[in-house]
């Protein structure tokens, strides 16, 4: 790694120094059969593999910028669904203002892959990684937990302005991308920060239809649905879950602990609130 | 597209104005069953996706920087083969001078399948696309052709620093990587640039074994061992096949001629010259 890469592998995005600004880089794909079923609507699986890449680069508080698309596709795929896998692809990048460069594809005598790589920008310093959570922040997610049960999966919104305010207004030790649900990714976060973390399962708040103790534990099941930040914050942006502009919901869901800890308990808020 | 993107889909990379100089973007995937065999040595193959798109950088004329990869695999992978891979696209890496700054790791229900995407740095006014070739231009290629029949489609090496050194010295036109073979190829090159060509045949430098008639056509025989550059370019840079440093084999093929002619010919290069 030479100088000029500031964040190399292990979180949301890599950064790297440009003369003005910082370059975040994001790579992902999406595997038929594993990420989405054969029978999905082609339009969606495009508007998902853009939009995950872009959820990446918002959860750095970074603004999506240009993306590459690397397809390798079955023979027998239709001309017809490959125009609405771009479709989906377009609308997603034009949501977003991102700049579809280029790319490549290739043939696979398996099933379909999509990979999706997006370069974005961040102001110097105002990057957020993973791994800056303290001991006491605040833990918040955005939005809410749990869509990817009804197929929501497909057509999640990457928070991208949301990211962009939050960071241009409070001091947010870390902040990462829910891709695999809160169970799978907040040890992962804490893991990072070296800290550990309670949350208070009263307090996610959920889909209706989900209850807090029916926990689903497949990885497909998991996978949710909106990009969540957790900004571990200062007391400015927290514990009475009021709606910041714009528009997005705000939920406190517990704090960071000593590391070690890793607990979800039944316990509501107050106990959080008490501990203080 | 906004303003900042110089050059979008359709050439060896997609350039993008950073603050400083240009950024050069590619992605690029390799599958098995279709760009190597199950049993070809991991090491070379993880080799190969890294330096196919650091000779998509090079052909522009630009310098690699960082890598990014994403990998998809079978279960039944073993641990020992994707530690070979990764020491290939190491190995590759650290020999270009490239930051893998990261990446993605999917489970594939099907064959492998490998993407890097790189990014590069051009400076201003200096990359070389496909589009630029003018009628008249003289024709070369670097080292030689039909390497990818011994199994060396594996184990090529991109011509960085000899393009780096070409663009630096002569007024290139166009360049461009030449993945599939010539035959594959140049017709892309005089496309984009809305020109003809005329090859002898009888000058193409060959690897030994290969007679110049005996021109393959499956899709993977013509997948060349080299990137090799043709920069139709000025008097200064032609017709007496010497070597410029460092140690580049330049060889004049043909000329760029008036739209609507594709022609192998089997005369030989005195013919292009007597045309001047």
Known sequence: MDRRVV??????????????????????????????LADADPMWVGWKAMCRSI???????????????????????EFEWLKELYRGLRKAASTYLVNLVGGETARSP??????????????????VSRS??????????????????????????PRVREARW??????????????????SDLPRLAAASGVGFEVALKNLPLNKGLR??????????????FSRFRGPSNRALNSNGRKPSPGLQLTPIGRLVD??????EQKGFDHFRGST
């Open 259 to 264: 590391s070690g800890r890793y607990e979800f």
């Open 212 to 225: 807090s103790g029916k926990r689903s534990t497949g990885r497909r099941r998991l996978r949710t649905a």
């Open 110 to 127: 398996g099933p379909l892959f999509l990979s999706v790589t997006l370069t974005g920008m961040a102001e110097k310093g105002k990057y």
């Open 7 to 36: 964040l190399g592998p292990g979180d949301d995005c890599a950064v790297v120094k440009t003369a003005g600004n910082l370059q975040l880089l994001k790579s992902d794909c999406i595997v038929e059969g594993i990420h989405f």
């Open 166 to 183: 939050l960071v241009g207004r409070f001091p947010i030790h870390a902040m990462m991308d829910l891709s695999d649900g809160l169970g």
């Open 55 to 77: 959820s990446d680069i918002a959860s750095m508080g970074g603004l999506p910028l240009d993306a590459l698309v690397t397809v390798a596709i079955r023979s027998d795929v």
């Open 132 to 157: 800056g959570g303290r001991r006491g922040d605040w833990l918040f997610v955005t939005g809410k937990l749990g869509g990817s049960i009804d197929g929501k999966h497909l057509r999640f919104s």
